[in-house]
């Protein structure tokens, strides 16, 4: 059951008793890491609101942003990695109803999902055929997962990430995150509360699967992976897109107290975190409850995470009311229990006391771990590095060689399978633009969201690459012209145990919360996902940051191309020299030069929010037409994705070559955002700019010429491409890697 020896120990002494098979496999999911936290929660205390609510009256199912006209914003991530390696449609599909019914039972309509994933590699040489075609599988698999699911539940698939590396090989990443609307009038809340209200079970009948899902989240990989199917969940979104109607209505009737996903750990999970919330008990009787099986015993039933269901208390009296709503959607609602004054959650089944414990010890009493933290050799091997050799590349060549990089290619292939449009709020579509955005039904404001993270920066160096994870998902909403306002994020990390992990996550974590501090976007929500490994190794360490954003006028929301011709310019910050000239943790170095080497340059996180901010101010004054953050491959590559997105020719000089041709064009230094401005605005950029400690170059013309140049220095050599050649190289790596021979296999 995942439990050591000293916890069993604890158990039994702060229970009273040795406990019986049920109670044990509650106290078992509860204190898994997956539940309980274990080696993270002193480490999350570094964000201010974690710590708040751990020092209050505990976390809520998702956090809560108010947006002012009665109106917020709700929304979390969440993982679904292990249970996407054995079946990864399945995994990534139930990975997504999860995340929506947090939202959900905030009182929120899931109005919007997003992704990040993370793949081994699907090509080349760089690991074994059948290693590559597992990984082609994978991929393929939960990306149908992710569209069968979020097609069917009617809620849109806006914006996300996928990226590549050997790494990641038996170790798929699926983060799901889920964002709703609701009134602030309106906030439902998951703790219990008055005694002798009926405890309602909603939604789908309980099957056999997912029985001990957390669990098995909470372990490594090995090579009993098949026969931890029945780990996985099975979803059904259609009874999940009934399931949302109904509660929403429900919700609406005034008679429900409190609400909650049955997510990890099932309905002990719900019953128990819903009873410890409120201070009081619970009695279940779990012949009541709906099932698919009838000789499910007590435990199978309080451990099964079969999905969508959830678990409401309901004022006593009102319970035909709420029922009724689930009537009329064909939706299961039966009262199976009551709220009792003991402080004592009672199962029952056939008639006997299955369990009997004190819901705050399953929630409160889990034991924490701080594991022993070391640097690696290797974090400080990349400070020292110093490239060499770069005139041995051809700039053209590694330019089209890095947009064909799975990392960098279009990921169209992806987001067609999604349906982004379904609800008709999202206003910038995928490709479009750094960020999604929806505008909201009843106001004239607008939300921007977006996941980011990069894990080789993270890797080479933890505190930077969580730092910069938020930098980027912050710019990449402001160039959308909106305000980064909060965050949710999915820390994925190998075994805590392990010194060099946990170093890694304790220096992530840090450097996400200084991040947020600075940008003012604190963490309201979030997941950890440990034990990230099998028997190829451990995932990079990949925190991934999802970003909200909002502006006044929906109206003004910009995507990263002009939409007429104009002039492009670069806004940045002044950066401190760096001997590693940009080029430390790059796709360049991984992709062109075969290195993974070197530290990504720190962001100056003052004038990150400097940018952010003024951005989201020249959007709404209608001064720039266009904002695109250079991040992966540099300057000439976010020129590219400029042209290509805009279908039209550009002609650009760059700024500063003083180190040479390939830093100038592929170095990734931070703080860099390629702006359009009509040709009458763009002398005025500079005074624009007075204060801020930002400054602005004029690259070049968008829209003059139906090539694409790139001229690299004063009389320098010129980049000079059609347009469809670029194209060719970015939007066909995708789809040219999954048609090659060796198509992806079970």
Request: glycine share 12%.
């Amino acid at each position: 059951m995942g439990l050591t020896r000293e916890e069993y120990e604890l158990l039994v002494r702060l229970h009273g008793r040795e406990p019986s098979y049920t109670e044990l496999g509650m106290f078992a999911v509860m204190w898994s890491e997956h539940c309980g936290y274990k080696y993270s929660r002193p480490v999350l205390a570094l964000f201010k609101k974690y710590r708040e609510a751990l020092e209050g009256q505990g976390l809520e199912n998702a956090g809560i942003v108010e947006l002012g006209d009665g109106l917020a914003v709700t929304m979390k991530i969440e993982s679904h990695n292990h249970p996407s390696a054995v079946e990864p449609y399945q995994g990534a599909a139930t990975g997504v109803g999860g995340i929506i019914r947090d939202i959900l039972t905030m009182g929120a309509r899931p109005i919007a999902s997003l992704n990040s994933l993370r793949f081994g590699t699907i090509g080349g040489n760089r690991e074994a055929p059948e290693t590559v075609a597992r990984n082609r599988y994978l991929f393929e698999h939960v990306v149908a997962g992710i569209a069968g699911y979020g097609n069917c539940v009617g809620v849109p698939t806006v914006a996300g990430e996928v990226a590549f590396h050997p790494r990641y090989s038996g170790n798929p990443l699926v983060n799901a995150m889920c964002v709703g609307v609701l009134r602030m009038d309106q906030i439902a809340t998951a703790a219990a509360s008055g005694v002798g209200n009926p405890v309602v079970y909603i939604g789908s009948a309980t099957g056999k699967d997912g029985i001990h899902g957390a669990t098995f989240a909470s372990d490594a990989l090995g090579e009993d992976n098949e026969a931890k199917r029945p780990n996985v969940q099975i979803g059904d979104p259609l009874a999940e897109k009934l399931l949302i109607e109904a509660t929403l209505e429900a919700l609406q009737t005034g008679a429900i107290v409190a609400i909650q996903d049955m997510g990890a750990a099932g309905l002990t999970c719900s019953t128990v975190e819903m009873s410890s919330k409120g201070g009081v008990g619970m009695r279940i009787d779990l012949d009541k409850v709906p099932m698919r099986e009838s000789d499910m015993t007590a435990y199978e039933l309080m451990l099964s995470e079969s999905q969508e269901r959830m678990l409401a208390v309901v004022q006593k009296g009102r319970e035909e009311e709420v029922l009724g709503v689930f009537r009329k959607w064909g939706v299961h609602g039966v009262v199976i229990g009551e709220v009792t004054d003991d402080g004592v959650v009672t199962v029952l089944r056939h008639g006997r006391v299955e369990a009997r414990l004190d819901p705050k010890l399953l929630t409160d009493a889990c034991p924490t771990y701080r594991a022993p933290a070391e640097v690696p050799d290797y974090h400080q091997r990349a400070l020292r590095y110093q490239p060499s050799g770069l005139d041995r590349f051809d700039p053209k060549e590694s330019l089209l060689r890095l947009l064909r990089s799975p990392n960098v290619a279009s990921k169209r292939w992806v987001y067609e399978q999604y349906d982004h449009q379904v609800q008709t709020q999202t206003a910038v579509l995928p490709g479009r633009g750094d960020a999604a955005v929806l505008a909201l039904r009843g106001t004239p404001k607008a939300i921007s969201v977006k996941t980011d993270g990069n894990a080789r920066h993270t890797y080479l160096h933890p505190y930077r690459g969580g730092s910069l994870a938020v930098a980027e998902a912050a710019r990449n909403v402001a160039c959308t012209g909106a305000i980064p306002c909060a965050v949710t994020d999915g820390l994925n990390f190998g075994n805590p145990q392990r010194p060099h992990v946990f170093w890694q996550f304790q220096e992530a974590v840090r450097g996400i919360a200084d991040a947020c501090e600075a940008l003012g976007t604190p963490v309201i929500s979030g997941n950890v996902s440990f034990y990230n490994e099998s028997d190829l190794g451990e995932v990079l360490p990949t925190p991934v940051i999802g970003m909200l954003g909002w502006m006044p006028n929906k109206d003004r929301a910009l995507e990263m191309a002009p939409r007429e011709p104009c002039e492009l310019w670069l806004i940045d910050y002044p950066q401190s020299e760096d001997s590693q000239l940009g080029l430390g943790g790059s796709e360049f170095l991984a992709e062109v030069a075969r290195v993974e080497d070197g530290v990504p340059v720190a962001p100056d996180l003052g004038m990150e929010r400097q940018l952010c901010h003024w951005l989201a101010r020249m959007a709404g004054e209608g001064r720039i037409l266009s904002a695109h953050d250079c991040s992966d491959g540099g300057l000439a590559v976010a020129l590219a994705e400029v042209a290509l997105t805009g279908d039209k020719g550009l002609d650009v000089a760059l700024p500063d070559t003083r180190h040479g041709a390939i830093p100038a064009l592929f170095g990734e230094w931070p703080g860099r955002v390629i702006v359009g401005v009509r040709e009458e605005d763009g002398p005025l950029l500079p005074t624009r700019l007075e204060g801020t400690g930002l400054r602005a170059k004029k690259l070049g013309s968008f829209g003059s010429t139906s090539r694409v140049r790139i001229r690299v220095g004063e009389g320098g050599e010129a980049l000079e491409f059609e347009l469809e050649d670029l194209r060719e190289a970015f939007e066909g790596a995708l789809p040219s890697l999954l048609s090659e021979e060796g198509e992806g296999s079970v």
